[in-house]
Every structure is written in structure tokens, then in C-alpha cells.
């Protein structure tokens, strides 16, 4: 008897899951229904996917289950739609509002480590590059967006598009590890170190002054941490060069700001 109830309870959770038939295509857009109650879609995350369903199609399929009620990708639904291109789908028969729950609240957002493990396989074109950015990362004990940043030279979204795309490129490797080992000392005496923000800034400071001894801010940080304060690049600017010039002959001393990376 017991044997027989396990059969039965793996039949009564199997008929939630079970998938008839296979992936399928349709220009139709009417039959795709949504689910009262199901999470609101916001424009702007329509427009972020568009832009890459766009470039690289559809890779994942909508699931439905046999009414044709969405409990996966409304958002894809959405974009094909204003695409004007198939929508690819699988149907997952007995699917209902809990289940579009539990893929909601279980589901994570791909983060550093995962792009990083997924595009350093072997048989990916440019694994040779995110096992070199996460070199990097480990040598300077750096946070994910000052790695990507510092080796993108990207002062737009810190080339974090592309490298969760898999085609990062490195623009200037020799600069990045220049201001990456200065982060890293730096990081003794601030946490400043840290912050996006400021490592701008200390790029900033250092295109508007080429002259600037970078050996001399590491010092002058060590002496003086409570002269870096700020919230923005431009407030980290100022710091910095108020950091360098302190007790400096004014001949030597270097002026303000020139040109800007916000």
C-alpha cells in the first residue's frame, strides 16, 4: 500500500509539471493571455530587453500553460509583439498563478560570478578575456564595477552591457594596472579606495595633470585620510588635489579642474 501512494503522489506532481510537446513559434499575439494578479510590467524594463531580444533574438521561451496564460516572460511576449517578430513558447500543462509565484520569488539575477563562470568556459570566443578580468579582480582585491571599469575605460555603464553580453573588451591594460595597484594601497588608508566615484575622479585628476604623482597621493592619503570626502566626481576631485597640494611649495602645486568624467 505504501508503494502504491508514492505512485500516486509522484503522479499527482507530475501532472503540474509535465510538458506536452515542443517548443513552438507563432505570429499570433492574441493567444497570449495574462494572469490576473501576475507582476506589473514596466516600460522601462521592456525597453532595456527590447534592445537586446533586438540584437540577438529570443533565446529563452515563454511558458504558458494550456489556456495560453503567461507564467514565464511577459516581458518577452511584450517586446516580440512591438518586434513584430515569432514568439517562441512551451506550454507546461496545469501551470497556474502559484507556480508564476514561486519562479518570481526563487528566481535570482544573474550576477559578476555568474557572467564570469558562464563566459570563461573554454569553448566561449572570448573566455581569454573574463579569465584575465577575473585575474584582475584578484590581484588588486578590487569590487566587480572598479574591475570592469578600470579595464574598459567605459565612464558610460562601466562595460558592464557588454561584458554580460560575453564581448568585453580590454581597452588599456597597462593603465589599469596602474590605478589598480594605486587603488589598492590606497584602500589601507581610505575606503575611498572602493567607490567608483572617486576612482573616476583620480583618473580625472590625473588626464587633467599628467605631472601628478600618483606615489604622492598614495602618501598624502596615508598622512591626511580625512581631506578625501565626498559623494560625487567632482567632490572626489577637489579632495584629491586638495590631498596632493597640502604643505606643497605653491609653484608645485596643481590647479583645479579641467575636464570632467561624470
Given amino acids: 500500500k505504501r508503494h502504491r501512494t508514492n505512485m500516486t503522489d509522484d503522479k499527482d506532481k507530475n501532472k503540474y509539471i509535465s510538458v506536452r510537446g515542443t517548443i513552438k513559434f507563432t505570429s499570433d499575439y492574441s493567444i497570449f493571455k495574462k494572469v490576473r494578479g501576475n507582476r506589473r510590467v514596466y516600460p522601462l524594463q521592456v525597453a532595456k530587453l527590447l534592445l537586446r531580444i ?9 511558458i504558458v500553460n494550456e ?3 503567461i507564467i514565464d516572460g511577459q516581458r518577452r511576449v511584450e517586446v516580440c509583439t512591438q518586434l513584430q517578430i515569432p514568439i517562441m513558447y512551451l506550454v507546461v500543462h496545469g ?3 502559484e507556480d508564476i509565484k514561486d519562479i518570481n520569488n526563487c528566481s535570482k539575477l544573474w550576477g559578476f560570478d555568474d557572467y564570469q563562470r558562464c563566459y570563461s568556459r573554454p569553448e566561449h570566443k ?11 579582480k584578484e590581484k588588486y582585491s578590487l569590487p566587480s564595477a572598479i574591475t570592469l571599469f578600470l579595464l574598459s575605460g567605459n565612464t558610460h555603464d562601466l562595460g558592464l552591457a557588454d561584458f554580460r553580453d560575453g564581448i568585453f573588451k580590454i581597452d588599456d591594460r597597462d593603465k589599469a594596472d596602474r590605478f589598480g595597484n594605486v587603488l589598492k594601497k590606497l584602500r589601507k588608508f581610505h575606503k575611498a579606495g572602493r567607490s567608483v566615484r572617486f576612482a573616476k575622479a583620480l583618473i580625472n585628476d590625473k588626464r587633467n595633470h599628467p605631472n601628478m604623482n600618483l606615489e604622492r597621493v598614495i602618501k598624502q592619503v596615508g598622512k591626511y585620510p580625512n581631506k578625501i570626502q565626498g559623494q560625487t566626481v567632482l567632490e572626489f576631485e577637489d579632495s584629491i588635489l586638495d590631498c596632493y597640494n597640502h604643505q606643497l611649495p605653491k609653484k608645485l602645486k596643481l590647479s583645479n579642474r579641467k575636464t570632467v568624467t561624470k
Fill in 54 to 62: 533586438k540584437a540577438r533574438g529570443q533565446k529563452v521561451p515563454v
Fill in 126 to 136: 572570448n573566455s581569454r578575456t573574463y579569465l584575465t578580468i577575473q585575474s584582475f
Fill in 67 to 69: 489556456r495560453m496564460e
Fill in 95 to 97: 501551470a497556474k498563478l
